[in-house]
């Protein structure tokens, strides 16, 4: 468990697994994409409306899990501890999402760009 400032990557490299804590509290979740970038695997809880676009690309894709509440973390936690294979799996596909992101900021520039040279 950290709670902590500028330090989560360190800890999420670490880790096998990322669960994401300020999703089970109303203040609506953390920044997901930090430990997809490392291709970790992703337990959230329901609170995720912080981060709601990038949690439901990371859920459809399959690497995003959002459980109920913290006896279905538990159960869900110690499933995917338990079966590295699956959890590398996981990682996988939001680190696929990651990727597939990559490169808005220049799309969206390469978009507006005609528009703003007609001004």
Not at 32 to 38: F, G, N, Q, T, V
Not at 68 to 78: I, K, M, P, V
Request: proline content about 5%; glycine content about 10%.
């Amino acid at each position: 468990v950290v709670n902590t400032m500028g330090e989560l990557m360190r800890f999420y490299a670490a880790a096998n697994v990322a669960v994401i804590g300020g999703s089970f509290a109303e203040i609506g979740g953390h920044n997901p994409i930090e430990p997809a970038a490392l291709g970790l695997p992703i337990l959230m809880g329901p609170h995720i409306f912080n981060f709601e676009a990038i949690c439901q690309q990371m859920m459809a894709s399959g690497g995003l899990e959002v459980v109920a509440d913290e006896s279905a973390l538990q159960g869900r936690l110690l499933n995917l501890l338990q079966r590295p294979i699956e959890a590398e799996a996981m990682g996988q596909k939001v680190l696929q999402d990651v990727a597939s992101g990559k490169g808005a900021v220049q799309r969206v520039v390469s978009h507006l760009h005609p528009l703003i040279e007609q001004r």
